[in-house]
Nanobody
Framework: QLQLVESGGGLVEPGGSLRLSCAASGFSLDYHTIGWFRQAPGKEREGVGCISSSGSGTDYADSVKGRFTASRDNAKNTAYLQMDNLKPEDTAVYYC????????????????????WGQGTQVTVSS
């Protein structure tokens, strides 16, 4: 069974950091582009970042640029989202997603670009 499992969410104070992990099981993340998304209550799911299968291509939403960093470790079959200087407006359920075979430098933050999704992990930023 192909599965993506996010972990690393939690409660953090404003200005704090979290690192989310996205572990794949049942398939290899090699040749997959990974996208990171979030959905706050009452809002649509939005893309926050992505990393290409080569790892050399990344893209971020303007709201998180300079604060969030996507990375990957194909040997561990895991992708990461480092989130620094967190703000209350970053509170949401965070999801990772994967798409196979779009090219080594392909990266997209569109929800329509991905066909394999994790179950999400809650991130709450509050004092």
């Amino acid at each position: 069974q192909l599965q993506l499992v996010e972990s690393g969410g939690g409660l953090v104070e404003p200005g704090g950091s979290l690192r989310l992990s996205c572990a794949a099981s049942g398939f290899s993340l090699d040749y997959h582009t990974i996208g990171w998304f979030r959905q706050a209550p009452g809002k649509e799911r939005e893309g926050v970042g992505c990393i290409s299968s080569s790892g050399s291509g990344t893209d971020y939403a303007d709201s998180v640029k300079g604060r969030f960093t996507a990375s990957r470790d194909n040997a561990k079959n895991t992708a990461y989202l480092q989130m620094d200087n967190l703000k209350p407006e970053d509170t949401a359920v965070y999801y990772c997603a994967a798409i196979l075979g779009r090219g080594y430098d392909y990266c997209s933050t569109s929800v329509w670009s991905y066909d394999n999704w994790g179950q999400g992990t809650q991130v709450t930023v509050s004092s």
